[in-house]
């Protein structure tokens, strides 16, 4: 009896509802979900725990997704959601992975060629950078978002975020140039 | 912009389209210089950010998802079907004790004259034939009723006795007016052959399978009443 009264639920009105609600979940994730995934990664520093938190952004996304209204927002709403989820990593149990020394980051590429070697390198020097500087220069840079909007993300006024942007990329360029100055005199 | 700003701006976005931004990176080769190497810098940093998502990451999701929304639906049914069972078992216990009550004729008969007023002021004159025709639909008077009239009858209608159909007629008593109830006999019902409250009297007898209870003002009234009852209905 349930059965059959769950089956003509769905064939009514509802249906539409709930196929229209999955297809914009399903265009949602597809489009972004490797914005988010690296995002995650950048947060924490390690693969498998930036897989979760995605999950579970995306598993909360999903339950509220009828609050999302404006489609070019949900980059900055997802974002948003990412960020509660890591936060909520910390109350649940104290692993506290940034504080992990990162020089061991998970590397898919073998480091072999000069290319890759360097690339090693540049994320080496990311991951240790201050979170704080980190995570603006990941939303500008693989979000692609701008100074206003980085800075409504992370609850900061403009001139802070741009002040850690110019931290961050002033301690890459000269970690990086000291880095070629170093190999340089060693060769 | 002075080379401090210039390169304080650029350093914090070096892709900014800000048109004085953009006119200060062309005052000089420089600047331009410059500007060249941080973004070669940033694609240099996006490549690095951009690492290898696992191939099946977004399948994955979807199937987290659906797996959630299926958990969720069977959680909704379930909670439906308790939902169902309770109301379902509330109703049943609570038409069967309706059902079983012991229903107190008396009180109730004399209840029933209080809230219906218009019944005492009717003037109607409906012959016993017409009362034969509304008794043979209640249960168990197929081949019951009067065989001549009691009196005049004012008035006549259907009544509800706790769940029972009875009949509700006001007759001709020696002076008032008597209210007459013909109710078919239940087990738990409870009759008792006198009652009054301050205003209206009551007897109530049993004749073949029917209950009927006579209220009125007095008790002539009510003597007659029988007496008239005695001789016609059967």
Not at chain 2, 23 to 29: H, L, M, R
Not at chain 2, 78 to 87: D, L
Not at chain 2, 95 to 122: F, Q
Request: glycine share 4%.
């Amino acid at each position: 009896m349930f059965t059959n009264w769950r089956k003509k639920k769905s064939e009514q009105s509802v249906k539409s509802d709930m196929l229209n609600k999955q297809r914009r979940y399903d265009s949602l994730v597809r489009a972004l979900h490797k914005d988010i995934f690296r995002y995650a990664f950048w947060l924490c520093g390690d693969k498998q725990v930036a897989e979760d938190i995605t999950q579970e952004t995306f598993l909360r996304a999903w339950k509220s997704l009828d609050s999302l209204k404006d489609e070019k927002a949900a980059k900055a709403w997802l974002i948003t959601i990412l960020r509660r989820e890591n936060a909520r990593r910390f109350e649940r149990k104290q692993f506290d992975y940034s504080d992990v020394e990162q020089d061991t980051l998970a590397d898919s590429y073998s480091p072999s060629t000069e290319e890759h070697a360097e690339q090693y390198l540049i994320r080496r020097h990311i991951s240790r950078l201050e979170p704080e500087y980190r995570e603006p220069l990941v939303l500008q840079i693989i979000g692609g978002f701008s100074g206003d909007e980085i800075a409504e993300m992370l609850e900061l006024n403009r001139n802070t975020v741009m002040t850690r942007l110019f931290r961050a990329r002033n301690q890459l360029k000269d970690a990086l140039e000291s880095a070629e100055i170093r190999g340089q005199s060693n060769g | 912009m002075d080379e401090l700003e210039f390169r304080r701006r650029a350093y914090a976005d070096p892709q900014s389209r800000d048109d004085d931004f953009i006119q200060a990176s062309e005052e000089t080769p420089e600047r331009q210089q410059f500007l060249k190497d941080l973004n070669k810098l940033d694609a240099k940093l996006e490549q690095a950010m951009s690492l290898d998502v696992p191939d099946d990451l977004a399948d994955k999701l979807l199937l987290n998802q659906q797996l959630s929304n299926h958990r969720q639906q069977k959680k909704t049914v379930s909670f439906m079907m308790a939902m169902a069972a309770s109301v379902a078992m509330v109703l049943g216990v609570g038409y069967a004790t309706w059902r079983m009550a012991p229903i107190e004729l008396s009180e109730h008969a004399i209840a029933h004259v209080l809230h219906e007023p218009k019944a005492l002021s009717a003037h109607g004159d409906i012959s016993f034939n017409q009362i034969n025709a509304q008794l043979a639909s209640l249960k168990g008077f197929n081949d019951k009723g009067f065989s001549s009239q009691p009196g005049q009858i004012f008035y006549s209608t259907y009544c509800d006795f706790q769940g029972v159909r009875s009949l509700h007629l006001v007759m001709q008593g020696e002076n008032g007016k008597v209210t007459l109830f013909i109710v078919p006999t239940e087990e738990r019902m409870a009759l008792e052959s006198q009652f009054a409250d301050n205003h209206f009297k009551g007897l109530g007898f049993s004749k073949g399978d029917a209950f009927l209870l006579l209220v009125g003002e007095n008790q002539q009234d009510l003597q007659f009443a029988r007496q008239e009852l005695d001789q016609s209905f059967i």
